[in-house]
């Protein structure tokens, strides 16, 4: 751990170079480099504030327990804000895990666990969704991938419904040569289009304008970007069959004050994968685990 207070991060590295940087605050990824630690994969606005005064411009900031915002009223959640309170709070340090398998050709990786109770919640989000839960994050550097994995439990005597997304920012050279696949057929919502539901025809996204689609039970697991046609990251999804793709184009990202430089939404677009269709519910006792690996495939 470096850095201290609001500021503290965890970081790690592979013998190779490749590395991994997490602020406590709301376990955000704020760093991944692979190929060598020569290549960064995610895309951190240069007015990010990073040290716990708000949730984080980029990189995986973790949604939960409400994607966007929430229910008028009515639901449990309605008292929160978007996306919740995980990215917000400051999580716990649980440990480090290193494995160097000599049979793996994926070589050695480093797993780091973070974790974020009841307790730990702000007096306002405790008060918000006043229920007694337990996450475990955990986030594993391998040589060209990065898996984000989120463990639900319900700690309390209720039941409770939750979603959850992460919300990935991934840094791409130039938002005109990238297109997304892994999407065909499969229903969405298009948030820019006031939320009508669409079915994706084509087998690729291009991103050409502002794009804020919510695509849904999605069957297969690999969503892959690609630039120039070459395929760049695979994200797949592990138990979780929603996947948000976002890009705010140039007026919307102008009037965030955290969006930095101007010309940022050209060199990012979030493919967030969760489960933010309808709710999951857990019993008492009950356990949710869903994650993604993300590939860097340069
Ligand atoms: C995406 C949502 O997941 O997050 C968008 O689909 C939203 O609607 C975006 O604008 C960013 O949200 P925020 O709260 O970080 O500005």
């Keep these: 751990i470096t850095g201290s207070g609001t500021s503290s991060k965890v970081t790690a590295t592979l013998p190779s170079g490749e590395s991994v940087e997490v602020l406590l605050y709301g376990a955000t990824v704020i760093s991944w480099k692979s190929n060598g630690g020569k290549a960064e994969n995610l895309w951190l606005s240069e007015k990010a504030a990073l040290d716990g005064s708000k949730a984080v411009r980029g990189g995986i900031p973790v949604v939960f327990p409400v994607f966007g915002p929430p229910p008028k009223s009515g639901h449990p959640t309605s008292a929160l804000p978007q996306h919740g309170f995980a990215r917000t709070s400051r999580w716990e340090f649980l440990g480090k895990a290193t494995s160097e398998d000599a049979l793996d ?46 463990n639900v439990r319900n700690e309390g005597d209720h039941s409770f419904e939750f979603q959850m997304l992460l919300h990935t920012y991934l840094k791409v050279k130039d938002i005109s040569k990238v297109s997304i696949s892994g999407l065909l057929g499969v229903d969405y919502v298009d948030k820019v289009l006031n939320a009508t539901t669409h079915k994706q025809s084509d087998a690729s996204v291009t991103i050409t304008g502002e794009v804020d689609r919510v695509y849904a039970s999605i069957p297969q697991d690999t969503t892959t970007v690609l630039e120039s046609g070459t395929p760049r990251f695979d994200v797949v999804r592990d ?24 010309i940022g939404f050209t060199e990012m677009v979030c493919v967030e994968v969760g489960a933010v269709n309808g709710w999951q519910k857990l019993d008492k006792g009950e356990v949710f685990e869903g994650g993604q690996t993300i590939k860097s495939l340069l």
């Design 239 to 262: 138990n979780l069959q929603d996947t948000v793709v976002w890009n705010p184009w140039k007026e919307k990202a102008a009037a965030m004050g955290d969006f930095s430089p101007d």
């Design 105 to 150: 050709a994926a070589g050695s990786s480093v797993k780091l666990d973070f974790g974020l109770y009841s307790s730990n919640l702000s007096p306002e989000a405790r008060t918000a969704w006043p229920l007694d839960f337990g996450l475990v994050y955990s986030v594993t550097l391998s040589k060209d991938s990065l898996q984000t994995v989120m």
